[in-house]
């Protein structure tokens, strides 16, 4: 009698077993489905961990640092590190922001490496701006800003939603 309870105790342990790792392989699905979703939408944010500049350094970030997409609106406020060619005059805002409307953002998805490849340029009166951002299906991304009078930075993070205040 101890060796069939034994032996049902373990079959049901092993069929329990194999449907979590079904329901592990469809909640990846339906997460990468829900991120394509999300950034095909255009209004996501992009949420940066740390920073690599064109000088070699590399610094994780701690304060709430992002990059939001919004239809063709584009806002930025992230830290720089790197050197100025020409500083603006008043010295400027210090790091990375702006309120910024694109003309265009171009979307691609590389099937191959399965991940999206957004990339926009933007133009205010001080600077001008060179934005790709390549992200995967689990939702990390790399960040790439080129600018006009300065040199070029590198950001790491996450892709997450949009949160939207009811006033």
Known sequence: ??????????????????????????????????????????????????????????????????????????KAYLPYYGRAYSAPYGGGSGGVKFDLTAKKIDQVYNERKKMFVISTELEDSDESYAIFLNTGLDGYADLKIIFRNRQWINYTGTIEKVETSVK
């Open 1 to 74: 009698m101890k060796t069939f309870t034994t032996v049902v105790i373990i079959t049901l342990l092993l069929a329990l077993t194999g449907f979590s790792q079904n329901d592990k392989k469809e909640l990846k699905a339906r997460q990468r489905l829900e991120m394509a979703q999300l950034i095909q939408s255009g209004h996501f944010k992009f949420v940066a961990r740390s920073a690599n500049s064109n000088l070699g350094n590399f610094n994780n970030l701690s304060s709430n640092y992002d990059l939001t997409f919004d239809s063709l609106r584009v």
